[in-house]
Nanobody, 127 residues
Framework: QVQLVESGGGLVQAGGSLRLSCAASGRTFNNYAMGWFRQAPGKEREFVAVTRWSSGYTYYAEYADSVKGRFTISRDATNTVSLQMNSLKPEDTAVYYC??????????????????WGQGTQVTVSS
């Protein structure tokens, strides 16, 4: 059974930093794209970042415009992905979800393209 578990969320003041981590189990994820989405109350889940491996064990990273330059996604191991969040803003407040899907030429920016999801971790940024 595939399971994704996020950790590292919390409360931080504007301008501060947090590092989120996602641990995946139940499958070999070396050829999976792994991404981060976030969802604020009453809003749709939105794309944050994604990383996907090449055959040479390098990877590409893509970011939403709203977080580019502030957030960094890292594939620490085949089953682990992290999101370093710097210069946090109140508008970053949301539940952050880890997601995974096999590499298949998708955009990786749409929630319905992903097969597996974690339960989420709360990030709250105070002003």
């Amino acid at each position: 059974q595939v399971q994704l578990v996020e950790s590292g969320g919390g409360l931080v003041q504007a301008g501060g930093s947090l590092r989120l981590s996602c641990a995946a189990s139940g499958r070999t994820f070396n050829n999976y794209a792994m991404g981060w989405f976030r969802q604020a109350p009453g809003k749709e889940r939105e794309f944050v970042a994604v990383t996907r491996w090449s055959s040479g064990y390098t990877y590409y990273a893509e970011y939403a415009d709203s977080v580019k330059g502030r957030f960094t996604i890292s594939r620490d191991a085949t089953n682990t992905v992290s999101l370093q969040m710097n210069s946090l803003k109140p508008e970053d407040t949301a539940v952050y979800y880890c997601a995974a899907v096999p590499n298949s030429g998708r955009s990786y920016r749409l929630r319905w393209e992903y097969d597996y999801w974690g339960q989420g971790t709360q990030v709250t940024v105070s002003s």
